[in-house]
């Protein structure tokens, strides 16, 4: 069994992230007050960088923990803030692009995301691009930086808001999986768990119609 270590950047609902995570995998829960040092002596096989309120490069902990991981070719799984310190990280610039709490959005997949397994049955019919996530954040990013691929966007006030992307070891979201308003998040957050920790068929674990268990920050 992985160990997954959550980095948890003070979110209101990380709890609901980390039981999804817990059915399947051993899962200890750190906060970003702590050190890199204290993180990997833990001995990930998994990081999980949580939600929470803030710019990255003021969470704590969280940017040395992902350089740390990127030179150590540890995975990360970033959520939200976790994403977008994925981002800064590879150069990208994360800025305000307009506050959106509490939405179900419908995200447009990009070739490289409809072709991913990741969403396999995720999409609706009509385009087979668009999936519903729950939206809570006012930071993102319309550019991609180099090293990273962007797998879907959604609209903001600034233009296409990058909503979900990969790198050779790290997969980062936008938007809240753990969210009701997310209708799949919990089969998309098992598939990148298993992805990243090294399942051959994590890219299709789960079924789409999952209960959309959890709740958004």
């Given amino acids: 069994m992985s160990r997954v270590v959550v980095v948890d950047n003070r979110d209101s609902f990380v709890y609901n992230l980390v039981d999804t995570l817990a059915a399947t995998h051993e899962t200890v829960v750190v906060r970003n007050t702590v050190s890199a040092d204290e993180v990997f002596a833990l001995g990930p096989d998994l990081i999980v960088a949580s939600p929470g309120p803030g710019h990255p490069r003021e969470a704590g902990c969280l940017m040395d923990v992902i350089a740390r991981a990127d030179a150590a070719q540890v995975p990360v799984l970033g959520i939200c803030l976790g994403f977008q310190a994925l981002l800064e990280h590879h150069g990208g610039t994360v800025a305000a692009c307009g506050p959106v709490h509490g ?3 419908n995200m447009v997949l990009t070739d490289e995301g409809v072709a991913s397994p990741l969403f396999s049955g995720l999409a609706g019919p009509a385009t087979g691009r668009h999936v519903p996530v729950a939206r809570y954040h006012s930071l993102g990013t319309t550019e991609m ?7 879907g966007y959604c609209r903001s006030e600034t233009g296409p ?3 979900a992307g990969e790198s050779a070891n790290a ?3 936008q938007f809240h999986p753990e969210s009701l308003l997310s209708p799949d998040g919990p089969v998309l957050l098992n598939r990148c768990v298993a992805r ?3 399942d051959p068929g994590g890219g299709t674990a789960g ?3 999952g209960d959309g268990t959890g709740d958004g920050d």
Avoid: Q
């Avoid at 930086?145 to 797998?151: I, K, Q, R, Y």
């Fill in 103 to 105: 939405v179900t959005d």
């Fill in 145 to 151: 930086p180099e090293g990273m691929t962007a797998l």
């Fill in 161 to 163: 808001v990058v909503m």
């Fill in 171 to 173: 997969i980062g979201l």
């Fill in 196 to 198: 990243l920790a090294g």
């Fill in 207 to 209: 079924h789409a119609g």
